[in-house]
């Protein structure tokens, strides 16, 4: 089995910000993502928050990243890790993926979120059918069309900024009677014109082959009524990888996040966390931050 100092777990903007930290102090280095490094920041049509860039892409700025990344450290795409077992001696972790096995002296998880559903009824019927959450992905096919985007944070009013600058017509709707989102959002949303039903939620979403109409509730008043759209776009949360960590004996708070102290060090010795995983703000620069505690401190308790 190869050996590694570091194995990171995840290419996200966590991860690859540890990989590019890791690569540059000399550790022999290793980054593993299911997937295509950036998961779901991929999906992120444009950052305005990010230091450097007045504006950019999630895809444009991860492929920035993974160049970097991948200069000092290995990283392997498409391979999904199956466990972790904890070892007796220097190379404390056996890593299993579905290709291979690794052995490392530390194990960083960047493992990141999947997309919160609705759960309201026709939602997985429809998911693929006019159903989305992914405006990046899916937001050209809705053209001039008629769509709702749900939820009330960033994302949300950010992807239905998005959306409405590609020519659909976006309704907002959000279960509170305010967004979360940020105030300047709010005021692009009010600007752009981009209409918005408060205290309601998505009860249904109904059509035959395609989403052709939602059943929308009150949340005062316990009123249902249909609103006849071509698409649904969901934003309402993410909820956090933490299967492996669990595997390992991490603790994690009453959330499903990582409980990870000033060092991104978790309960467990010698295993990190950092990203959407762990308890805080879910935003790009502060996964990248805590990348670069977390091979920090890994490179100091190794050394």
């Keep these: 089995m190869e050996k590694y100092d570091i194995i990171i777990i995840g290419a996200g903007p966590g ?15 290793l980054i593993i993502d299911r997937d295509l490094a950036g998961g779901i920041g991929r999906e992120v049509p444009e950052m305005e928050n990010y230091p450097g860039f007045e504006n950019i892409s999630g895809l444009e700025l991860i492929e920035k990243m993974k160049v970097q990344a991948t200069k000092n450290t290995e990283l392997h795409e498409m391979e999904n890790v199956l466990e972790i077992t904890k070892n007796d001696d220097e ?6 993926t ?5 052995l490392s002296k530390t194990v960083i998880l960047a493992t990141g979120s999947s997309h919160r559903h609705l759960n309201a009824k026709g939602e997985d019927v429809f998911a693929g059918k006019g159903v989305s959450y992914c405006a990046t992905c899916d937001g ?12 009330g944070g960033n994302s949300a009013l950010q992807e ?7 020519g659909a017509n976006v309704t907002l709707i959000h279960r509170r009677d305010e967004f979360r989102a940020q105030k300047h959002l709010q005021n692009q949303i009010k600007e752009a014109g981009i209409k918005t039903i408060l205290n309601a939620t998505v009860e249904e979403i109904k059509g035959e082959m395609l989403v052709e109409s939602v059943t929308l509730k009150d949340t005062k008043t316990g009123e249902l009524t249909d609103l006849p759209i071509n698409g649904v776009f969901i934003s309402v949360g993410y909820i956090p990888h933490t299967e492996l960590a669990q595997q390992l004996g991490v603790e ?3 959330s499903g996040h990582i409980i990870i102290d000033k060092n991104q060090k978790t309960n467990v010795d010698y295993v990190y966390a950092i990203g959407d995983v762990c308890i805080g703000l879910k935003q790009w620069v502060v996964a990248c931050g805590e990348g670069a505690v977390a091979a920090t401190s890994a490179y100091h308790d190794i050394s």
Excluded: C, H, P, S
């Design 252 to 254: 994690l708070d009453e």
């Design 98 to 102: 579905d290709k291979a096995e690794y």
């Design 160 to 166: 239905a900024l998005y959306l409405n600058n590609l």
């Design 140 to 151: 050209f096919f809705f053209q001039g069309r008629d769509i709702i985007m749900v939820g």
């Design 91 to 96: 190379y404390r972790f056996t890593v299993k």
């Design 15 to 29: 991860g690859l910000t540890a990989a590019i930290y890791a690569g540059r102090q000399g550790t022999k280095n």
